[in-house]
């Protein structure tokens, strides 16, 4: 990734490399690749993983957890 393209452009670069490693390695991209085929339980979930997300160092509210949820269904 060429330092030159700018932040933004830097992180998507990485997470699209990072993607393509997971599916090299035959790992699930997906919430639904992994069997949640229902949005249904996405409360349910953030609200047990807000509990282990709160000392990083950009704290997770349950709303930021069930977006990342969303775009990972």
Do not use: S, W
């Not at 060429?2 to 390695?25: L, P």
């Not at 690749?33 to 997300?53: P, Q, R, S």
């Not at 709303?63 to 775009?71: G, H, L, M, Q, S």
């Amino acid at each position: 990734i060429h330092e030159d393209k700018g932040e933004y452009n830097i992180a998507r670069d990485a997470i699209a490399m990072t993607k393509q490693v997971f599916v090299d390695m035959g790992l699930t991209t997906t919430l639904r690749e992994m069997g949640i085929t229902e949005k249904d339980k996405f409360e349910e979930m953030a609200e047990k993983a807000v509990v282990e997300c709160g000392n990083y160092i950009v704290p997770l509210t349950k709303e930021d957890i069930i977006e990342i949820y969303n775009r990972a269904f």
